[in-house]
């Protein structure tokens, strides 16, 4: 199994337990899908005596994303100037990551970040935005979004800001 963390963070985004892809070999799309937690029943075989009173339990359930649940991100909002100004800053930290650690995606990421982030601001309407448990200002934002039928969600993870690593 792999576990994808935020190159400057380091805390934990996704793994592919999750099925994702890789798109235009600049992001990951990693499809999620909400989920109920909470609310277990736990018998644990006690019977309560007569005299006893029944214990007020709080037991709802909540509805959660999977990926958003599993890996504590919390979520974050962005307008249009915050998120340019943020981006710049976070883009520029992750060309040089790469000119560091591996130059050879230097000039795909120069060469895709530009019109994928112009959509991004595009639409920035679409989005939901995550930061990861830390809640490193600097880091990783992750994009939430639907698919075409309006229900179903997925994320964007910037495929050039992760460091694998191996279960």
Do not use: W
């Not at 890996?71 to 992750?94: E, P």
């Not at 448990?133 to 979004?145: I, K, Q, R």
């Amino acid at each position: 199994m792999l576990l994808y963390r935020d190159i400057i963070s380091g805390d934990e985004l996704f793994s592919d337990a999750f099925p994702m892809k890789v798109v235009d070999d600049f992001v990951y799309e990693v499809d999620c899908k909400m989920i109920s937690v909470g609310g277990e029943n736990i018998d644990i075989g006690a019977n309560p005596s007569a005299e006893d009173a029944p214990e007020d339990v709080d037991d709802a359930s909540q509805t959660v994303n999977n990926v958003v649940y599993s890996f504590r991100l919390q979520q974050t909002s962005f307008d249009k100037k915050s998120y340019m100004t943020y981006i710049k800053g976070y883009m520029k930290a992750v060309l040089k990551h790469l000119s560091e650690n591996n130059p050879e995606r230097v000039a795909v990421f120069q060469a895709k970040a530009p019109a994928f982030i112009k959509s991004i601001i595009s639409n920035i309407g679409d989005y939901d935005f995550y930061v990861s448990e830390s809640m490193d200002p600097d880091g990783m934002v992750a994009l939430l979004n639907y698919r075409e039928d309006g229900i179903t969600p997925y994320f964007i993870f910037f495929r050039d800001g992760l460091k694998e690593e191996k279960l």
